[in-house]
């Protein structure tokens, strides 16, 4: 999945013409000098005051977890309060963030079916088969090797069914063990919704410093997230809204908070690119609210206060592409505008350049491709023309208003190594385990392409077959594919591709032998030399056994745990960042509050795309996600007893037909390679359902 399109969703839609974003009614923050609760743990006592349904209620009654725990869930970088002090512009504000459901259109479900020897069969709608595997033996106090969980596909997940799934699991499983018979729970999304809530809602008060030319000097932010009646996977959003709240924003002093408080709410859990997508609409407000109060445009300001290119970098750079266009002569050199990525791929020296954000964290030189977007994206979108356009409508319009908003993403991810399985049969055809879920994110599809492009090197390009259609993928299984681990964080694609094309690597050292053994007796002289008598279904019926009951001569089942990195765990060197810009057009109905996304044009750098029908996909959905998340997604509760208002579509609208983009735009870049760009106009599917609107008129006349 693309959680950066989901933060230029957000952002581009929270910054335009509406400031800020929606929160229920009364879910501000009490301003009191707060004690913690105990612990940190489901059921910490804090005092009997009534029922505490929002931030307010729980400040007032002191309720807040303790999260001395994680030590992310503070950040610092100088003194912030000294040169807040020290700035020629102090400002502050509060911006309150929303809550937002899944909403997948599978809900929960899972069917446990008892096996002999007392052993369970658990089929289960999960981002990870291993997760409920834990969960259920040590419930029934169960070996590992007497659950089987599997899984085949889930209809959306979207971090709802990464802990959320262990419910509907867990009750089918103890059912199905005591009655001895199968049992199938599916859990109405009405009742998911008084079970899970969703992405925290939060209040975010910030003060900045600025000096005179418009240069953050100091930044500091409390957030105060509204966590459930146990703390669950708010751990999540709790460690990394520090490590995005910096942005791609170079800041001399920051200082950052999370608190989270106590509330008798549903527990809340993982949603799209949970904490780093508040952190990002966090950041973009304040910078939006800071230019506004100096008077500067707001994309001008942004631009001065981003992480910058070297300056020796960038002469290099643009004395690179000038040789590449064979503009060699000093007074055609531009170093104005920001060459492609692509000439800031070595430094002088031969080693690679290396940038940092704010809080240090680490990226090269060369995968910075921000400011090139930033300049491109204006470009393509002809926002200095738009802009005009805007600020002439807001003019002459009295009750309609226009907003245009340009917003960068910077989103950090981890490489995780993952295990990955294939199997070659005696007639060609093979079966790939990969270690993820699909969930509509297109991973078997991937991993399948890696499998195809890996195996098919045995081959001449002219001889190769379209080993697509050799391949089947087997569905996830805790007894195929142990410790596969949970399809989570928008890394399990990339590693399962990894993963799958090492173990192919194993596969091609045991066929090639056998391959330049016909390929020799093809030749007919003992030559090493390819023929075209030599296809793939004639090399694995040399390596595989003659008849059915006789073994192979050589194994043709490999395993291979694969990354992109050496090391392991959650360390710094397992991080990259990538980078995306996002700029909308919206108008709002000042009479009606009725607001319309006229516009959205988005650059996301996505590297070397292994499929780029599934990655514009991604793109497109995240995006549109982020635009329900502030636009239509409200999520309410009965502030008196917390009992979920917007359970149901009756209540709860994701965004629909009429909140796409009439005009829309996506460039996919690579930052080694040229841009290709896919644009498109979305009002053609508008233009339709008027066409059908017209048709259906005519019959009923």
Sequence with gaps: DNNAAAAAGDEASNTGAVAGSSSSSGDTDGSSEASTCDGGEAGSNCGDSGPLTT????????????????????????????????????????????????????????????????????????????????????????????????????????????????????????????????????????????????????????????????????????????????????????????SAVDSVYDIPAVSVEVRAARCHLPPHTTVRGPGKI???????????????????????????????????????????????????????????????????????????????????????????????????????????????????????????????????????????????????????????????????????????????????????????????????????????????GVAAGSTTSEAATAAVAAACELLLERLRPFAEELAAVAAGDGAKSSSRDVTWEAICK??????????????????????FTDSEGWSPENTYQFFGVGAAEVEVDLLTGERRLLRADLMVDVGRSVNPAVDLGQVEGAFMQGVGHVMTEEVAEDQQTGTPLTNSTWTYKPPGLAELPAVSGIVMADALCEFSCVTWLIHMFRTMAAVLTKCLTGLCA
């Design 55 to 242: 931030l307010a209620a729980a400040a007032a009654a002191n309720s807040w977890y303790d999260l001395s725990c994680f030590p992310t869930a503070k950040a610092n970088k100088g003194d912030a309060e000294a040169a807040l002090a020290t700035s020629d512009h102090q400002l502050s504000g509060q911006v309150l963030i929303g809550s937002q459901r899944h909403f997948y259109m599978e809900p929960q479900t899972a069917v446990a079916t008892p096996e002999e020897g007392g052993r369970l069969s658990v089929v289960s709608s999960c981002q990870g088969c291993d997760y409920v595997l834990w969960c259920v033996a040590k419930l029934l106090k169960l070996r590992h090797n007497q659950v089987h969980v599997s899984c085949r596909r889930v209809g959306g997940g979207f971090g709802g069914k990464a802990d959320r799934a262990l419910w509907p699991a867990a009750a089918a499983a103890v059912a199905a063990h005591k009655l001895r018979r199968q049992v199938r729970l599916v859990v109405a999304p009405n009742v998911d919704a008084g079970m899970n809530a969703g992405r925290c809602r939060m209040s975010v008060d910030w003060a900045a410093g600025v000096d005179k030319i418009g240069q953050l000097q100091a930044l500091k932010v409390t957030f105060s997230l509204t966590a459930g009646a146990f703390f669950g996977l708010t751990t999540v959003e709790v460690v990394s809204i520090a």
């Design 278 to 484: 508040s952190a990002v609409i966090a950041i973009e407000h304040i910078m939006q609210q800071i230019a506004a109060a100096l008077g500067q445009p707001a994309e001008s300001f942004k631009k001065r206060n981003m992480i910058q290119l070297p300056q020796e970098a960038l002469t290099a750079a643009a004395q690179a592409a000038a040789a590449a266009a064979d503009k060699t002569s000093s007074n055609e050199l531009d170093t104005s505008t920001v060459p492609h990525p692509k000439y800031f791929a070595q430094g002088s020296n031969g080693e690679q350049s290396i940038l940092a954000t704010a809080f240090g964290k680490p990226f090269a030189l060369h995968q910075y491709t921000l400011p090139y977007m930033w300049q491109h994206l204006q470009d393509v979108s002809e926002y200095e023309e738009r802009r005009q356009a805007v600020d002439k409508f807001n003019r002459y319009s009295r009750f309609k208003k226009r907003g245009l908003a340009l917003a960068p993403v910077r989103y950090m991810l981890y490489h995780m190594k993952r295990t990955a399985t294939v199997t070659i049969y005696a007639d060609g055809s093979i079966l790939l385990l990969h270690p993820g879920t699909e969930m509509g994110q297109g991973i078997a599809t991937k991993a399948q392409q890696a499998a195809a492009h890996t195996l098919g090197q045995l081959l001449p390009p002219e001889q190769r077959p379209p080993l697509l259609e050799y391949i089947r993928v087997a569905c996830g299984s805790t007894e195929l594919m142990p410790h596969a």
């Design 542 to 563: 040399a390596a595989g056994p003659p008849d059915p009951v006789m073994g192979s001569k050589v194994v043709l089942t490999a395993t291979a745990r694969a990354g």
